[in-house]
């Protein structure tokens, strides 16, 4: 088609506005990690070392006493032949410093009051003559007392140094590091061992897969054929439903992640007591609807959780939800998509096997409901971007589907004002109304879900000070924080442990425990150990997995790219502004998963079921990317590779199948 002068303006626009998106993401990752004092990042982690305690790799949270901060002093002792005229002390240190040279006391405080600055000062007064010691003392509530130091050509911080508690004991030291490795991931066979063991039952679903792609080429039916992602929709759901059936409703009630915390909110509900404030429990900062659900199906079937059938009614509501998460991706891709059979195919066969979805969905959370409200208000924006015509009635569900969405998890916050957004850039772009109108259909959709939805956060802010709390800081609440309760450059430009031991692989760095909780369940289902983990799947096929589901990661970035692309040149612009609606809102889930670990940098924190909630673009970018190799790869010379492409994928589609049924 001809590119006219509205296509190219729509297209500056969209390349403007995306550019500056990227430019205010890297200027705040910038700021957060260089200047601001409340984000424990460390700069300059070398030259000298940032120390900390050794301490071993420990999953439980640890509670501070706001009132009573433990301290770690360190402790260096040097001999001086002679005192130099001048001597320069940098030091920084992540928490309260009190340093003393022989005794006596150094104000090295920032002369800003950031921990980020270097401060330097002259400490010649305070050296003598043979023996010295230098005792800095570090009290940090939020994380473990780190300090680094250097006195030129004297001493500066290092393994010499010794860390002492305020109950005595004395410990060593060691460069701090977040890059680790827990050591129970090396107790189970790596994927190497497992992909050895398991090479007969791979290599025949690898065989089958390259049959089966001559098979399929040659002989189905176009009346199939065009029927293909409805068919693919019917054999997930059924898969799910196996799942759900033979090994979900086999686990205990208590099994999944903040089990505790999801069901004290739960009984809070069925014990009639209202709706809970952050400050009654653990997870009690959620917004309530996710949790009303499972509550609501609870009574009405008047089941104690004590009982057999609670394992197969409490977790209904996520169960429906994860299956209705692969209903919208088809839909979403139906549209946006129309036409292409293998496209649609490939994104509804992906949403269907994404081990994240499938795992979540076993467990008692409003995780998988919350995913679907925000799948739901996808489908309902792309909707009104694909008509041609903008109605009341469909933008009242969309702001319906929002305020549920909001009122199940905090993170569909983001989805409100991009739907908003972009339902105004389309009737003002495309539609070619006035601007006044165009905010006003913008400006529906914010107030519309803020009616339906925003009475919770009114509520918060009234009763706490804050429309959105969470558990992590809770106003009058204990202080708490987990390993490693600081991070580097190390831990976001590292890659490689969860593809050789994927369990708790996050402990190695942002990558791996975003690829090991996206590809299988590498968290062990909240479990802080490996060997209390359930045995409703079999971990050997997850294991394989994810060594097999790395090309498809790779072809998951192809996919965005040529997402990209259709968003920018694609055929019609409302099909170009919904693609770009998906785009947005991954990047925006996506960016706010970096950056909660950035403010929360515990090992734990880099969950990828946390963006459970963008599994309709993100299967949409799967779809693209997966069918890239058989779009290009055409002709009969190129079978063998076809042949090969096809193997490999049902490799993989089988070792998630068999990880939840076999």
């Not at 600081?486 to 425990?513: E, K, R």
């Amino acid at each position: 088609m001809p590119v006219t002068s509205r296509d190219a303006r729509i297209t500056r626009w969209q390349v403007a506005l995306a550019s500056l998106a990227l430019a205010a993401s890297v200027a705040w990752i910038l700021h957060a990690a260089l200047f601001d004092p409340d984000v424990p990042f460390l700069t300059h982690t070398g030259d000298p070392d940032w120390i900390g305690a050794l301490d071993p790799v420990n999953r439980d949270a640890i509670v501070v006493d706001p009132n009573d901060v433990p301290r770690t002093t360190f402790v260096r002792r040097f001999a001086l032949d002679a005192l130099p005229p001048q001597a320069r002390l940098s030091v920084r240190a992540l928490g309260d410093l009190e340093l003393r040279i022989n005794e006596r006391v150094v104000d090295a405080s920032p002369p800003d009051g950031s921990w980020k600055r270097v401060t330097q000062v002259d400490v010649a007064a305070a050296l003598v003559r043979g023996e010295n010691e230098i005792r800095a003392a570090v009290a940090n509530p939020r994380g473990p007392a780190l300090l680094q130091l250097r006195l030129p050509g004297v001493v500066e911080t290092d393994a010499a140094w010794q860390a002492i508690g305020d109950d005595g004991r004395v410990r060593e030291t060691a460069r701090a590091t977040d890059v680790r490795v827990d050591p129970q991931s090396l107790g189970v066979p790596g994927t190497g061992a497992v992909l050895v063991r398991r090479a007969a039952v791979l290599g025949l679903l690898f065989a089958l897969g390259a049959i089966g792609c001559v098979a399929v080429g040659r002989s189905l039916p176009d009346a199939v054929r065009e029927r293909a992602p409805e068919w693919v929709l019917a054999a997930g759901t059924g898969f799910a439903l196996l799942v759900y059936g033979l090994r979900s409703t086999s686990l205990p009630v208590l099994m999944g992640f903040d089990i505790v915390g999801h069901l004290a909110y739960v009984d809070f509900l069925l014990e009639g007591r209202g709706l809970p404030l952050a400050t009654d429990g653990g997870s009690m900062y959620h917004p309530p609807l996710g949790h009303a659900v499972i509550a609501l199906v609870a009574a009405l079937s008047d089941v104690s959780r004590d009982d057999a059938a609670a394992r197969t009614l409490y977790r209904l509501p996520t169960f429906l939800a994860s299956v209705g998460n692969v209903w919208m991706a088809w839909a979403v891709a139906r549209r946006l998509l129309a036409g292409d059979v293998l496209r649609q195919a490939l994104a509804v066969g992906f949403a269907a096997l994404l081990p994240m979805n499938l795992y979540m969905g076993a467990y008692v959370s409003n995780e998988p409901l919350h995913a679907f409200a925000v799948s739901v208000s996808l489908w309902a924006a792309c909707g009104l971007l694909l008509t041609h015509r903008v109605r009341p009635g469909p933008v009242a569900g969309l702001c319906v589907a929002l305020a549920a969405a909001i009122l199940t998890k905090f993170t569909a916050l983001l989805a409100v004002p991009i739907a908003a957004f972009f339902l105004a850039a389309k009737t003002w772009g495309v539609d070619r109304t006035s601007a006044l109108r165009a905010l006003a259909w913008g400006g529906g959709v914010l107030l519309g879900t803020a009616l339906l939805g925003g009475w919770f956060y009114l509520r918060t802010w009234l009763r706490l000070g804050r429309p959105v709390v969470g558990n992590w800081d809770l106003p009058g609440g204990p202080l708490w924080w987990e390993q490693p309760g600081f991070h580097t450059p190390a831990y976001y430009t590292s890659f490689g442990q969860a593809l050789s031991h994927p369990f708790f692989a996050g402990y190695a760095s942002f990558w791996d425990g975003v690829y090991s909780t996206f590809w299988g369940d590498g968290l062990a289902s909240g479990m802080a150990r490996l060997a209390t983990r359930h045995d409703a799947w079999s971990w050997e096929f997850m294991t394989a997995a994810y060594w097999l589901a790395f090309p498809a990661t790779l072809l998951l970035g192809v996919g965005f790219a040529r997402a990209v692309g259709f968003a920018l040149r694609g055929d019609g612009l409302r099909r170009r502004l919904a693609m770009s609606l998906l785009l947005v809102f991954l990047y925006a889930v996506s960016f706010a998963l970096l950056a909660i670990t950035l403010e929360l940098p515990y090992y734990a924190q880099a969950k990828a079921f946390y963006a459970l909630s963008a599994i309709v673009p993100i299967s949409i970018v799967a779809g693209l990317g997966l069918a890239w190799p058989l779009e290009r790869l055409r002709g009969p010379r190129w079978l063998p590779v076809r042949m090969l492409y096809c193997g490999w994928l049902t490799s993989l589609a089988g070792s998630i199948v068999l990880t939840f049924l076999g």
